[in-house]
């Protein structure tokens, strides 16, 4: 047996084992199963429909067709490019089984190669997942028969190994160059250039162009511009030509830009596996240095005590001890670039969106507009907090007997999780419904109602993440990441989701009044505290209780697991 | 069997490990102790390639454990302190990995895996996941690991941390069994009575430096010939030196 295929057996046997006879009871995978279904679905069905009315568009349907699949395969690519990086850092330099790997008389390239492989498995089988019913949606849409599949077949697996061997080789020339100790900092370099990479391929797509026609000089030149890739030299372009080529019958040299693809995923993967093997080891040794004991920061106790200083000295030890917890671990805080590349590409959707070329008023519009706003903004919140409020008692890890066995209730450990996670979450909350209503232009009663109901939202939502995270709770997490993923996430997700629509459903009609009461000519859209007001009562009554109950469910499992 | 020339490892400006020269001959059992913190595991992962030395140099049975790296490490067994398992895989998966890493196959493999289980009393829970294991029982295990290819250097780092007397004893009794029979086994610890229970010779590492070695008896009179036991001939030896607590090796 080849030392690579070797090295992977504990990777697919793991698979196995827990496929087999490990993780959980079958109603649960086939919670999950369908919950995969579902996306896949959904995927398939909204990438359809779209196409379908792209089609309807006369000359134009297959250049729009084209230019979105061009950004989605450049978002993939990003994606890719991050999730890589991240992921190799695990898999080359903090992963537990690299010890017993490094003692063991082993080929650095069969080590290598391997290595390589499982990194592209774990960063690619979700993009993996959602590309499949994207080009199934395509190849339904604008046919292409069994060549369309067999060269996504082709292109596919070349696809996903570029980026893993860039991301590879960038992690390696991080932790050989950045000096020891730096782990934290190498992380932080890795979250501001995936932010740098995401922010420029999406600015290099430019999709606001294909809502602005006007933009180009004649339709001739918005018909070229339409069929043209952005940015030819990424493998994404390389790809949307091959594939371009079968859906829309374009004469285009699919040999060529498969033998280009083809070229350099052979090409960078040799190439990285030298690189690294000349500095590999060096920076191993160097990353197993940042075990050594940190300074203390003697401003950050100073702050953390002003800011606590109201809360029992249980509730704020605990507190305090979650902050500087999160602020080390890197796990954590890095996914913070993440957040912060959402929240940008957010707000300049609002700022491109083409509301002027509406036929319906702008003040409707806007009011419309910015209370869909409130369900995706929720929908962001919940994607958070299942980041961050759903592994706020697991992370307590091997280390809750402490807590367990100290004089604190339970009850206190849970409301202070869920004090701390809250706070941000508004933060959040009302910084995306603000800025982005103030791009909306929405009536200051627009603004309000949106602020209050989001951050009446977020509350409900950090409870359920902690209290769902209390239900669910995995002490015996190998890496962190690995908390949200679970089915008790997948669980906090949709009741998140299910509340959030609930609160939109309650407030849909007076909003719905409202929108059409402005449709009239000469009508005053202000409006009355009795329209709103039972709504708003529902609203608070509803994010009570759920509050309440997710806590109390958390706080009875935690109270059990002393049984 | 085994030579350290000259080992040096540092951690930033921090020494761990400060020219350590050592020779461990065939057959022996050579004792590592010294405080926490002293530079017994960053000595011990350099021996095994884990880590890089800053200078100086490893061989085992001759072979460089940086430029020869495969050949030195193919005759090697490790048992490291904090041992690593793969949870999701069975007790004897995880030995047919090991073996086959160390390129033992076939029946030959399957032999000495049933043998070994049964000698760690392991053999019943063979075929559960790791993560159903108690700790003792994954130590067990990872000493498996550590002979599964039958190493003629057996590098062990605090071997008894979480066992229950019996399996404490069956560890003593293997590594006495194996030094009987040719293997050269370099042990570290900070249990005293462990390394005068079953070590020919002993080193003691203070602040990354080898500040005595010998047998028992030239320790004592080392240490002046007054002391009864290997215990206060340890604390007498490293007392001269304490100057508070050393920062290397705090991981280990």
């Known amino acids: 047996m080849s030392s690579v295929a070797l090295l992977l057996t504990p990777l697919w046997l793991s698979w196995k084992n827990d496929f087999v006879r490990g993780g959980g009871s079958w109603s649960r995978r086939l919670v999950l199963i369908a919950l995969a279904v579902g996306f896949w679905l959904g995927t398939y069905l909204v990438i359809r429909r779209v196409l379908r009315y792209f089609e309807t568009v006369y000359d134009l349907g297959p250049g729009l067709a084209y230019q979105l699949l061009l950004i989605i395969l450049l978002t993939f690519l990003a994606m890719l490019l991050f999730s890589n990086l991240v992921a190799s850092l695990s898999t080359f330099f903090l992963a537990r089984d690299l010890e017993l790997l490094h003692a063991a008389p082993l080929s650095p390239d069969g080590f290598f190669y391997a290595r390589l492989i499982t990194t592209t498995i774990n960063s690619s089988w979700m993009v993996l997942f959602f590309s499949l019913p994207i080009f199934a949606a395509y190849g339904t849409v604008f046919g292409g028969g069994f060549a369309l599949y067999l060269w996504i077949a082709l292109i596919l697996p070349l696809f996903l190994v570029i980026p893993a061997a860039v991301s590879i080789l960038l992690t390696h020339l991080l932790v050989y160059c950045l000096p020891a100790k730096r782990i934290r900092d190498i992380l932080f370099f890795i979250g501001l250039f995936a932010f740098i990479v995401m922010y420029f391929l999406f600015r290099m797509s430019q999709p606001e162009r294909l809502v602005q026609p006007e933009s180009f000089g004649n339709f001739m030149q918005f018909l070229r511009a339409m069929e043209t890739p952005s940015s030819p030299f990424l493998p994404s372009s390389w790809s949307a030509e091959i594939l371009a080529g079968t859906l829309f019958d374009r004469d285009t040299e699919q040999g060529f830009f498969f033998a280009l693809l083809a070229s350099y995923a052979l090409f960078l993967p040799l190439a990285t596996s030298w690189a690294c093997g000349a500095v590999y080891f060096d920076g191993w040794s160097k990353a197993q240095e940042s075990r050594q004991g940190r300074r203390k920061l003697l401003w950050l106790d100073r702050v953390l005590g002003r800011i606590t200083w109201f809360f029992p000295a249980p509730t704020r030890a605990i507190i305090v001890k979650d902050i500087k917890t999160f602020l080390r671990d890197t796990t954590q805080w890095s996914q913070l670039f993440l957040l912060l590349a959402l929240i940008v590409v957010y707000l300049y959707n609002f700022k491109v969106l083409p509301l002027d070329r509406s036929p319906m008023p702008a003040g409707t519009i806007r009011t419309v507009v910015s209370f869909a706003n409130l369900a995706l903004a929720g929908f962001v919140l919940s994607a958070v907090a299942v980041r961050f409020a759903f592994p706020a008692i697991s992370l307590e890890g091997k280390a809750f007997w402490i807590l367990q066995s100290s004089p604190v209730s339970l009850r206190a450990l849970l409301w202070s999780k869920f004090g701390l996670i809250s706070a941000p979450l508004l933060a959040l909350g009302a910084l995306l419904v603000f800025l982005s209503n103030l791009m909306l232009q929405v009536p200051p009663w627009m603004m309000a109602l949106s602020l209050i109901t989001v951050c009446l939202m977020t509350f409900g939502i950090a409870a359920i993440g902690v209290g769902f995270g209390a239900l669910y709770p995995n002490f015996n997490f190998d890496n962190a990441a690995e908390i949200p993923t679970s089915f008790g996430g997948a669980v906090s997700m949709i009741v998140s989701i299910v509340f959030i629509a609930v609160v939109v459903m309650v407030e849909a009609w007076p909003i719905y009044q409202l929108a059409i009461a402005s449709l009239r000519p000469g009508r005053v859209i202000a409006p009355t505290l009795w329209l709103i007001a039972p709504s708003m009562a529902i609203v608070v009554a509803l994010t009570a209780a759920v509050v309440a109950l997710s806590l109390r469910a958390g706080l009875r499992r935690l109270e059990q697991l002393r049984d | ?252």
């Open chain 2, 1 to 252: 069997m085994i030579q350290l020339i000259n080992l040096t490892k540092h951690y930033g400006k921090v020494a761990a490990v400060d020219g350590l020269d050592l020779d461990v001959p065939k057959g022996q059992i050579f004792g590592f102790l010294g405080p926490n913190g002293a530079g017994k595991t960053t000595t011990i992962r350099v021996m095994m390639g884990i880590l890089k030395a800053t200078a100086g140099q490893v061989l085992l049975d001759g072979q460089d454990v940086v430029a020869a790296a495969q050949q030195a490490k193919a005759i090697a067994g490790f048992i490291p302190d904090r041992p690593f398992i793969y949870e999701k895989l069975s007790g004897s998966e995880f030995l047919e990995f090991v073996g086959k890493l160390h390129r033992v196959d076939g029946e030959r493999l399957g032999r000495r895996i049933a043998e070994l289980l049964e000698y760690l009393e392991l053999t019943y829970w063979k075929d559960e996941l790791v993560e159903s294991y108690s700790h003792g029982m994954k130590q067990r295990l990872v000493v498996c690991a550590a002979l599964i290819h039958k190493p003629r250097i057996l590098i062990v780092d605090e071997p008894m941390v979480g066992m229950d007397p019996k399996g404490a004893r069956t560890i003593k009794d293997l590594f006495r069994a194996l030094a009987a029979n040719g293997t050269t086994v370099f042990l570290s610890t900070h249990s005293i009575s462990v390394a005068e229970e079953i070590c020919h010779r002993i080193g003691i590492i203070q602040k990354g430096r080898l500040i005595a070695c010998g047998t028992m008896s030239e320790l004592h009179q080392r240490a002046a010939g007054r002391h009864g036991n290997l215990e206060s001939v340890f604390l007498e030896l490293t007392r001269e030196q304490e100057r508070g607590p050393h920062p290397a090796e705090r991981a280990g």
